[in-house]
């Protein structure tokens, strides 16, 4: 395993990006449905809204908790010169 620590920072931080958006507009596409459907096309209706809104918060959770640990100094083991964001 080679993949530097700072790719997997990375690659943490789009997928929080990507999973927080589908959670809000699946969220959204439960209340505000009518919206969501025109927007989407129809491909975002009610049903797979609710559908994926129910478990998309596991993995969610799971990349946040990542991302939290991978950011936060206070958990960091050691810091590496290349990862260092100079301090938060
Ligand atoms: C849904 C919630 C969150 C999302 C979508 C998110 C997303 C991101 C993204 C995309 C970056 C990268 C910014 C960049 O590369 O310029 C970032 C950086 C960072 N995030 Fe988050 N984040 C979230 C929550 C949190 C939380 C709860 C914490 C801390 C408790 C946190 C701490 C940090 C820190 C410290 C950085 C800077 C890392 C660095 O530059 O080395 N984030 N976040
Ligand atoms: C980070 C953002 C969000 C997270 C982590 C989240 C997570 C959750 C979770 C865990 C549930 C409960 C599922 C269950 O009953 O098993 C839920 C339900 C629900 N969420 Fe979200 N949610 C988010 C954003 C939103 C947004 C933006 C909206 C809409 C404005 C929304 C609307 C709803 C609705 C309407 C329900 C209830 C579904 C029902 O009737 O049981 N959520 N959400």
Redesign the pocket.
Known sequence: MTMSNRTISKVVHWLLLVL?VL??V???G???YQVITAITFGVLGKAAS?KL??W??IP??VVLVAHVLLTTRLFRRRRTAKSDSGGV
Do not use: A, K, N, Q
């Open positions: 927080t959670l809000v699946t969220g959204l439960i209340t505000e609710f809104h129910l998309l918060w969610f959770v």
